[in-house]
């Protein structure tokens, strides 16, 4: 193996730099049809996909099987408001880790209690929401780069006899098994805070988890 970990390390941290949360200023002041919303999102997010150019960040498709799954409410007359644009980021990023039903469940207060008309004596609106929390990720990045480097070394030291391309190998097979199992971890985590929040709504686990993300 000839992979030099100082490089990778190099473009993992580059990689967390380039990370760009659209800004709510960002968002057109108009209301979308779908085209426009697919054409929007593919153009700010496609950095974010795996394989920039070939992996679809949303399709109409998706969009219509979250309205469908109640996720996203309905479109008025074939259009999408701003609140729909960030109900659509939230789906974005949490269909990677969770199933449509989970989803529902952490979206559907928010929805029920500041998304629409009527709801402007709430103390929030989506735009609100969105916007405090995109500003607190933004600021998560220099912690998720110590946690990475923690790692890192943590992982270089597990096998501290191994030498050449041994020590290569299994530096980076026990790198990608501790980040794999901090996701997994927390990944319970969230499904059991979701499921206590499920609880305390009274929700039932209904929908289907194997819909199309």
């Excluded at 990778?8 to 949360?21: E, H, P, Q, T």
């Excluded at 919303?37 to 498709?61: C, I, Y």
């Excluded at 609140?83 to 949490?94: D, G, P, Q, S």
């Excluded at 004596?121 to 912690?143: H, M, N």
């Amino acid at each position: 193996m000839t992979l030099d970990m100082d490089d990778l390390i190099g473009s993992l941290m580059a990689s967390l730099d380039r990370i760009d949360y659209i800004k709510a200023a960002d968002i057109p002041n108009i209301e979308l049809y779908m085209d426009q919303v697919t054409t929007f999102m593919e153009s700010r997010l496609k950095n974010t996909t795996r394989n920039p150019g070939v992996d679809k960040v949303l399709t109409k498709t998706m969009i219509n099987n979250y309205a469908k799954n109640d996720l996203l409410p309905p479109p008025d007359k074939k259009k999408y408001s701003r609140e729909h644009m960030y109900v659509l980021l939230f789906i974005y990023y949490f269909k990677n880790i969770l199933s449509i039903n989970d989803i529902d469940v952490a979206l559907k207060p928010i929805k029920e209690r500041y998304f629409g008309e009527g709801k402007e004596d709430k103390p929030y609106s989506v735009e609100d929401i969105y916007e405090a929390i995109r500003k607190t990720a933004e600021g998560l990045t220099d912690s998720i780069k110590e946690d990475l480097l923690e790692t890192y070394h943590t992982a270089s030291g597990i096998f501290p006899d191994a030498e050449g391309d041994d020590e290569e190998m299994l530096t980076m097979f026990s790198f990608i098994t501790l980040l794999v199992l901090d996701v997994y971890i927390k990944k319970l985590l969230i499904e059991k805070m979701v499921d206590g929040y499920s609880a305390k709504l009274g929700l039932s686990k209904s929908k289907d988890s194997k819909s199309d993300k």
